[in-house]
């Protein structure tokens, strides 16, 4: 094993899972050139090591008809940590949250299905005691979307 967590093996079935998500350890296993238990083994070390978080699919929130994809920073009174983020977590346009350092405390990936539909949601965002201040800036387009493969190509050096 590798300082990085993966060997070469990992990092065929991580690329093999994500070119193909809805295939089976057996066509996995067929794909790489290895045992089924081998694969099997593997898939679950990566689980356990928390390196695999999920198979569930991957969403095209536009498709689902939030094509407004915003960024909210907040700044959070000292001490009110958890009672913003507990009130977050209630409000489904906020996909994801993040404490942060520098300017504003979190920083918050947010949805809307309109512009007016988001000042909606950032009303709502601030309705819980603890924000002092917010920012709001919109996103225009995508222009990298979310990845990991390249991290894991490069965790693999031969």
């Known amino acids: ?43 679950d070390k990566l689980q356990q090591r928390g390196v695999v978080t999920g198979f569930g699919p991957d969403l095209d929130v536009a498709a689902l008809g939030y094509e407004v994809l915003a960024f ?34 979190l920083h918050c990936r947010v949805v809307a299905r309109t512009n007016a539909h988001l000042q909606t949601v950032i009303n709502r965002i601030l309705e819980v005691q603890g924000i002092s201040r917010s920012t709001t ?15 894991v190509h490069a965790a693999v050096r031969p």
């Open 1 to 43: 094993m590798l300082p990085s967590g993966i060997d070469e093996l990992d990092r065929r079935l991580i690329a093999a899972m994500a070119a193909a998500p809805r295939a089976g350890v057996l066509e996995l296993a067929r794909t790489l050139g290895v045992a089924r238990g081998t694969v099997q083994a593997r898939l």
């Open 72 to 105: 909210a920073t907040l700044e959070i009174v000292q001490g009110r940590l958890n009672d913003v983020v507990d009130h977050l977590r209630d409000i489904p346009e906020v996909l994801e949250a993040h404490a942060t350092s520098g300017l504003g405390d």
């Open 137 to 151: 800036v919109i996103a225009l387009s995508g222009q990298i979307p979310y990845r990991v493969l390249p991290l």
